[in-house]
């Protein structure tokens, strides 16, 4: 059940976060209530599992390779963010993802929140992400994602902007 999309989007309030945080290779380690009512899984169906599991196919590998580079880096990343409940449904988030780290400053795991985005930032991104999603929709993955990893770099600069995060925040929330 978990591969179907149905179409529907589901939406949160404005004035909720969606938490979670994760070990360094992704498991879910913590899921706040927010994060359990819309993704439809109960605690004990998240807790252990890969991050991923809540990945729509919408959703560009090249963000998720952005994301995955900065953050095992030690950066913190803005992105926006398309997920699948376990129904099929989606739900558009706008995530800040930072790196936990020990008294020595080794990445122990990571630290997302989510927020609800303003619809005008879902419609420019998600057509940024569609044209993202069809370079990635090769027989060559690997040349697949690599193209689309430059082709969003390319985007983002010939808005004027410096990086994907400052693309990210100038769409606002």
């Known amino acids: 059940m978990d591969r179907i999309v149905t179409g529907t989007e ?7 976060i969606i938490v979670s945080k994760t070990d360094t290779t992704g498991r879910i380690i913590y899921a706040n209530d927010v994060f359990i009512d819309i993704s439809g899984y109960r605690p004990e169906e998240v807790l ?4 991923s599991m809540i990945r729509h196919p919408d959703m560009p590998r090249a963000v998720f390779k952005l994301l995955w580079d900065r953050i095992s880096q030690g950066h913190e990343v803005f992105a926006y963010v398309v997920n699948r409940s376990k129904n099929g449904d989606h739900y558009w988030v706008l995530a800040h993802v930072t790196p936990s780290v020990d008294a020595e400053g080794k990445i122990i795991g ?4 989510r927020r609800a985005p303003k619809r005008s930032a879902v419609d420019t991104i998600s057509a940024l992400y ?3 999603r069809q370079v990635e929709s090769t027989d060559d993955r690997k040349a697949g994602l690599e193209k689309s990893s430059a082709m969003l770099l390319e985007a983002v600069t010939a808005l004027g ?3 994907y995060d400052r693309f990210v925040l ?3 929330r």
């Open 48 to 51: 252990g599992q890969p991050h």
């Open 170 to 172: 100038s769409l606002g």
């Open 110 to 113: 990571y630290h997302s929140c």
């Open 130 to 132: 569609a044209r993202l």
């Open 161 to 163: 902007f410096s990086s």
């Open 10 to 16: 589901r939406t949160f309030p404005t004035d909720e």
